[in-house]
């Protein structure tokens, strides 16, 4: 199994072009760690806009957090709320 984080332009017209591929564990878990971290926030602005939007974003941030464990079983910390 090969895990990556791919970096990819995407221009307003077109396909997106990718432009590097890092699979470099650290780099890995850093990425994975940032898009919890990122989806933890839209938990708080979708709740503020409305409760049940922020409770789909939560329940959705607690798969992107079970599914990253699955191939990312070094990832430190309760990354789940």
């Keep these: 199994?090969?895990?990556a984080v791919y970096i990819a332009f995407e221009p307003?017209?077109?396909?997106?072009?990718?432009l590097a591929r890092i699979s470099g564990r650290a780099a890995?878990?850093?990425a994975a760690e940032t898009a919890i971290a990122e989806s933890r926030a839209r938990i708080e602005e979708l709740s503020r806009e409305d409760?049940?939007?922020?409770?789909?974003?939560s329940a959705e941030t607690d798969r992107?957090?079970?599914?990253?464990?699955?191939?990312?079983?070094e990832l430190k910390g309760d990354v789940v709320q």
Excluded: D, K, Y
């Excluded at 409760?51 to 974003?57: D, F, H, K, N, T």
């Excluded at 992107?64 to 079983?73: F, K, M, T």
């Design 28 to 30: 890995l878990i850093s």
């Design 12 to 18: 307003r017209a077109g396909e997106p072009v990718t």
């Design 64 to 73: 992107l957090s079970r599914a990253l464990r699955c191939v990312l079983p």
């Design 51 to 57: 409760p049940i939007l922020g409770e789909l974003q």
């Design 1 to 3: 199994m090969t895990i």
